[in-house]
């Protein structure tokens, strides 16, 4: 079993083309995750692959420690995706996954992404909260207890000091860009 790592993979859509272009060029995934891939019978050519996956925006990555960052990235994703998750500890929830020391961890993610992964939960959440605040579904006290926030008054503050507007104005159309997860 190969295992191969994928950068800029952050939704359902991007596992479908990811399969896609897979069998479009004859491997059959065994599994396709969020930055993963399973080829039971490796990779036929990589220069062919990477080529493609890069005319779709995907990344190939080779490096080991470029993938553990890509991992950390797809379970923060996880994280605040699952209802009830966000109340866990990070620092715990991503030790447990990786089965690693934590500090190890967010130094490299540090090292390698120029922020810290507490300054990368937050800017995911706030781009998760502007996606709901969108779809006009849910108000701000839901979204706060969805996202693992103590307070309304927590969240709409880390979104004022990130945004420079309140949730309400980015709701009623004082709207700042949107952000896709993967150019986080």
Same mark, same amino acid.
């Given at each position: 079993?190969?295992?191969?790592?994928?950068?800029?993979?952050?939704?359902?859509?991007?596992?479908?083309?990811?399969?896609?272009?897979? $069998?479009?060029?004859?491997?059959?995934?065994?599994?396709?995750?969020?930055?993963?891939?399973?080829?039971?019978?490796?990779?036929?050519?990589?220069?062919?692959?990477?080529?493609?996956?890069?005319?779709?925006?995907?990344?190939?990555? $080779?490096?080991?420690?470029?993938?553990?960052?890509?991992?950390?990235?797809?379970?923060?994703? $996880?994280?605040?995706s699952q209802?009830?998750?966000?109340?866990?500890?990070?620092?715990?929830?991503?030790?447990?996954?990786?089965?690693?020391?934590?500090?190890?961890?967010?130094?490299?993610?540090?090292?390698?992404?120029?922020?810290?992964?507490?300054?990368?939960?937050?800017?995911?959440?706030? $781009?998760?909260?502007?996606? %709901?605040?969108?779809?006009?579904?849910?108000?701000?006290?839901?979204?706060a207890d %969805?996202?693992?926030?103590?307070?309304?008054?927590?969240?709409?503050?880390?979104f004022k000091?990130?945004?420079?507007?309140?949730?309400?104005?980015?709701?009623?159309?004082?709207?700042?860009?949107?952000?896709?997860?993967?150019?986080?």
């Amino acid at each position: 079993m190969t295992t191969v790592y994928i950068k800029n993979m952050v939704c359902d859509r991007c596992k479908m083309v990811v399969r896609q272009t897979f $069998e479009s060029l004859g491997m059959k995934p065994e599994r396709v995750d969020l930055g993963e891939v399973d080829l039971a019978n490796g990779v036929s050519d990589w220069e062919v692959l990477q080529t493609h996956l890069e005319s779709l925006g995907f990344e190939l990555l $080779e490096d080991r420690r470029q993938q553990l960052v890509t991992q950390m990235k797809r379970l923060m994703l $996880e994280y605040i995706s699952q209802p009830g998750r966000a109340r866990l500890n990070i620092s715990s929830y991503l030790s447990e996954e990786l089965n690693r020391d934590y500090s190890a961890l967010s130094k490299l993610f540090s090292e390698l992404e120029g922020l810290t992964i507490e300054h990368y939960l937050i800017r995911l959440k706030i $781009e998760k909260t502007k996606e %709901l605040l969108t779809y006009n579904e849910r108000n701000l006290s839901e979204i706060a207890d %969805l996202l693992g926030y103590s307070s309304v008054a927590h969240l709409s503050n880390q979104f004022k000091k990130v945004t420079g507007v309140t949730p309400s104005q980015f709701r009623h159309g004082h709207q700042s860009t949107r952000q896709s997860l993967d150019q986080i």
